[in-house]
């Protein structure tokens, strides 16, 4: 009897098993301690699951790709579980109290908690059960659920604007779902053509027998996957969803959306990758990422350029970075290694600005840039968070992100792409000098009328997290500990690149 | 013969298009339904018959009556009988849906031909219903006309699934399940929301959101 074989039941099992009772539990304390339980389990097994055993005829297995995925997923969503505690209990006073929106300083009525509780548990099963599949077809139904299960908590807030978000997030997100669908069935057909028959889609016998598919219909199956996926993923022009979904939702789930769904989506794309690379045809994919990633990054900085709702910045600032990631598998080598390393250090980041977000909507009950001024006087913790978030997303040394970044340029200009390296390097400078003008705007000067509200210290339990997530990616760009370098450097060569 | 069924395919497509009337536009999505549920009894699988059968039943049953039924619920919940204004008119969504099906032959004939095949057009169709769903949710404004778009769009995948990969274990079956959800989700729980919020479900309405 090996405990080992529990592993990855356990990991879907445990949040899928509690999310149920989160239904069922009247009394809200109990349910937040679920909540928080569940989320360290969780973490505790995703630590341990180093070496866990195939299971199921292979179906679900756990490769270094899958797992740094998986650790990036679980550790968000403990810090988000953390600081739900503090922001659920506010949000419902609030509710309680004067029935009052806090984001908009209107009448409004939440969804009932139990439900986001829930389903923010059934959104950490969906996640696990996409960075352990090793089934193409169980990879497509997961990052399915994690649509299913996210879809509720956009709409948590009962207003038109989140109805709104909710409703182009489903459409948007199945239509993508619906092509990665029809990109599974040309994957199944251009196995057709081995000599002992069809395939099943498991992801260890496509990798074996890729080199005798049927190129052409493999070419296509890898674009629909990859429309399909990005759609999800939040790569231009598909991305459309994501601003709304994630400037409507409450903070906490913008912080899991933007950190840890974007990355699952991601994983579709790269397994997809993977079964190019051992075709022979990885140069085919790489040049799509590029143009996918060089447009997102592109596009996402004219629309930050005027925006006035700062949770959108965020949002699109997630298209820019999701581009980033595109790039840099796009270009191989080093830059696949640039681009696992910024996945990571991109989720702490931006969680950590949407979890401070949420506490700056707390305090000033609004979401527009022009409204918020003087953050330093009036929310002197998050305030000083906000601006060294900012510095940390735009990728200012010493950040892990810097480092990331820094590493992808390398690769472009080592393998001789000048151009694509001088329009990266470009774009992450306008990026940096619109945020800039933006977010100093809203640290410096002094409080507007009322917002000054006589001096309070704000709650550990909302400014402990985004703390904790900084003080990661500010180690990260100086200090990469061995076992994630280990993880890292395994998953690069996963998928062809080298350091 | 084989052929007939996706020419028929090709034609409630243009039907589709042309469909101002809602009720309309479900009993042709219906009859699509009935036909993607013989295209897989057209193929020449030897040994998959149980497969086959059950697969053209559930297609049958979820497609021609099942999602039909929810839909036209869904309709009369709302109080939506027609597509008034969209984007871009009958006529014109007509011309367009001609280019579309130039296009999807061109596509189609630059693919390799597969072995396996019930039809010479099959792929062809396919990827015309892609474009055509992808056109219907971006030029209508109703919620639900948009939901009939995703389905005409999912069949698309569906067509090609049930015409060759049937012998992929499971995929097929994957699209019937996203039937399922669409049925459930989409359309049950947030036309619900949106008929109750705003009196109607014009997702024209919702452009709060913009930039």
Redesign the interface.
């Known amino acids: 009897m090996n405990l080992n074989n529990f592993l990855i039941p356990a990991l879907i099992l445990i949040p899928l098993l509690s999310g149920v009772a989160a239904l069922l539990m009247r009394s809200d304390v109990p349910r937040r301690i679920l909540l928080v339980t569940a989320a360290t389990i969780h973490s505790l097994l995703t630590f341990l699951a180093e070496g866990a055993p195939p299971l199921f005829n292979n179906w679900l297995a756990l490769d270094a790709l899958g797992r740094l995925f998986l650790c990036i997923t679980s550790f968000l969503f403990l810090i988000v579980s953390i600081y739900s505690i503090g922001y659920l209990a506010r949000e419902r006073k609030a509710e309680k109290d004067v029935r009052f929106d806090f984001e908009s300083s209107s009448i409004l009525s939440n969804g009932p908690e139990s439900l986001l509780t829930a389903c923010l548990l059934f959104f950490l099963t969906a996640m696990t059960l996409v960075c352990v599949s090793n089934h193409l077809?169980l990879l497509?139904?997961a990052i399915?659920a994690t649509t299913?299960a996210s879809?509720p908590m956009i709409?948590f807030h009962r207003r038109?604007?989140s109805?709104?978000?909710?409703?182009?997030y489903?459409?948007i997100c199945?239509?993508g779902?619906?092509?990665a669908?029809?990109g599974?069935?040309?994957l199944?057909?251009s196995?057709?053509t081995l000599s002992g028959?069809?395939t099943?889609?498991l992801l260890d016998d496509l990798l074996l027998l890729a080199p005798q598919f049927?190129p052409?219909?493999l070419k296509?199956a890898f674009i629909f996957l990859l429309v399909g996926y990005g759609t999800k993923m939040g790569l231009a022009p598909l991305h459309t969803w994501l601003?709304?979904a994630h400037?409507?939702s409450p903070s906490l789930v913008s912080a899991l959306l933007s950190g840890a769904l974007l990355n699952c989506a991601f994983l579709g794309i790269l397994r997809s990758q993977q079964i190019l690379i051992a075709a022979g045809f990885a140069s085919f994919g790489q040049e799509l990422l590029i143009i996918f990633g060089l447009v997102s990054m592109g596009l996402a900085a004219t629309?930050i350029l005027?925006?006035t709702n700062f949770k959108?910045m965020l949002a699109y600032s997630s298209v820019e970075h999701m581009g980033i990631l595109a790039l840099g598998v796009g270009l191989g080598g080093a830059g696949v290694f640039g681009s696992l390393f910024h996945a990571i250090n991109h989720s702490l980041t931006k969680a950590m600005l949407f979890l401070t977000a949420g506490n700056i909507i707390m305090k000033l009950h609004t979401k527009s840039t022009l409204e918020v001024r003087g953050l330093s006087h009036s929310l002197p913790v998050s305030g000083a968070l906000w601006m060294a978030g900012f510095l940390a997303i735009t990728g200012s040394p010493p950040f892990g992100t810097f480092l990331s970044e820094f590493t992808i340029l390398k690769a472009a200009i080592e393998q001789g792409h000048y151009a694509i390296a001088i329009g990266y390097a470009l774009i992450l400078a306008v990026i940096f000098i619109v945020m800039a003008s933006i977010v100093l705007r809203m640290v410096q000067g002094k409080p507007l009328d009322g917002q000054e509200a006589p001096y309070e210290s704000e709650p550990w339990l909302s400014v402990a997290p985004p703390i904790a997530l900084f003080g990661l990616v500010l180690m990260l760009g100086l200090y990469i500990p061995p076992f994630l370098q280990r993880l890292l450097v395994e998953a690069t060569r996963q998928l062809g690149g080298a350091l | 013969m084989n052929d007939l069924i996706f020419v028929l395919l090709i034609l409630t497509g243009f039907v589709f298009l042309g469909s101002g009337r809602l009720q309309f536009a479900i009993r042709t999505l219906a009859l699509q339904g009935i036909l993607l549920g013989l295209i897989p009894l057209l193929g020449n699988w030897q040994g998959l018959w149980g497969r086959v059968l059950s697969i053209a039943t559930i297609s049958l049953v979820i497609k021609g009556l099942v999602l039909p039924y929810f839909l036209t619920r869904a309709m009369h919940k709302s109080k939506v009988m027609h597509e008034d204004h969209p984007f871009v008119g009958f006529t014109a969504s007509m011309l367009v849906g001609i280019i579309c099906l130039g296009a999807s032959f061109w596509l189609a004939s630059r693919l390799p031909v597969i072995a396996s095949m019930p039809s010479q057009i099959a792929v062809a169709v396919s990827f015309f219903y892609l474009f055509v769903g992808l056109f219907v949710i971006m030029s209508r404004r109703k919620a639900l006309t948009q939901v009939l778009g995703y389905l005409v769009l999912e069949n698309g995948a569906y067509i090609f699934g049930v015409a060759y990969a049937i012998e992929a274990p499971f995929l097929v079956e994957l699209g019937v399940l996203l039937d399922v959800f669409v049925a459930v989700f989409v359309m049950g729980i947030i036309i619900f929301h949106i008929s109750k919020s705003f009196d109607h479900i014009d997702t024209d309405q919702l452009s709060t959101l913009v930039g």
């Open positions: 077809g497509w139904v399915e299913l879809a709409y038109r604007q109805l709104e978000a909710a409703w182009k489903l459409l199945s239509i779902i619906a092509l669908l029809f599974n069935f040309l199944a057909v196995t057709a028959g069809e099943e889609l049927q052409l219909w296509a601003p709304d400037s409507e629309f005027h925006q959108r």
